[in-house]
Each structure stands twice: as structure tokens, then as C-alpha cells.
């Protein structure tokens, strides 16, 4: 990171923020939608589910001597094959957010070269030919590596601006450096 960035010059701008599950959550959706394994996943799940519940059906309807158990069983897989997928996004990010939550606040620096993310015990720059796509939320720019298998991101919190107008700027950087999902 240059000099321009640390006193908020060109078009560097400063994000501090503190760790809000929340944010880690939305971040961490956002990165599965982008991905084509997790579309593939939830409608695998989804489909499990219904074979599992048809299979539930035809033993209590068709069978000559239903089995209410099989039924039953054959009900609960395919409910715990849609929780589970279901599920995957929270314990995801509940596991990142304790990580970052450790740290306690985080100060992000944006410029023309990339990022900065600087925490109590880390000091982490990210070029952007790392994260060259980002997608925005009401609450957050999410920077997204280019695989599509989902194995990496960056957040930063609109809430992290000392000035709203600040989101506009950092649009703008982005718009100049990186592609809009």
C-alpha cells in the first residue's frame, strides 16, 4: 500500500470497524452464491428431500404391509439433508466470525494497488488481481476471488466509514480496478 492510502489522499479510502457476526454472515452467503458447488449442493439436498419423502409415501399408500418406521426414518433423511445444507452457511460463518472476533477491530485500507486489512495481530495486503470481482449489499462490498469454487473473500462494512458518503468513493475505486458481480 502507498503512502496516499494511510492519509487518506487519491483514492485511498479507511474502513474501522469492529466484528459483527452479522457482516461475517452476509459475507459468507454472498461467497456461496457466487459459487457453483453450493447451487449444485442445496438443490441436490433439496432433491434428497423429496425423494426421501416420496419413498415415505409410496410405504404408507402403496405398500401392501406399510412400515411406518421406514416411513418415518425416510422422512427424517431427507429433513436432515435439507437442514444440513441449510445450516452449512451459519456454522460457516459462526466459525469465521469467532476467529475474527478475536482480533477484536479491524482497520481496512483501500487503494489503487488493493487492501489492507490490519487487526491486534495481523497485517494482511490483498492486490487486486487476488479479489478482481466484488458484489455489494446494502451493508457490504464483498471482494471475491475469480475461482468459482468459493476459496476466498474480503468484507467491508458500509458501517466502517467515518463519512456515508465514503461508500461512494470506495465504489468508485473499485469500479476503476476490479469487476461488479
Known sequence: MNEATDNGTRDGLELVYPPVFTDVSEAVRVRLRATRWWRVLRWTARGACVLALAVAALELLVVRDP???TAVVMTLLGLLAVSAAEVLPWATARSLFLMIRSQGEARALVD???GRWITRDTDVVIRWAMLPQYVETPR???????????????YLPKSGFADPADADRLRAVLDRHITRR
Open 67 to 69: 412400515d411406518p418406521g
Open 140 to 154: 457490504l462490498f464483498v471482494l471475491l476471488t475469480a475461482r468459482r469454487t468459493g476459496t476466498g473473500f474480503a
Open 112 to 114: 489503487a494497488d488493493g
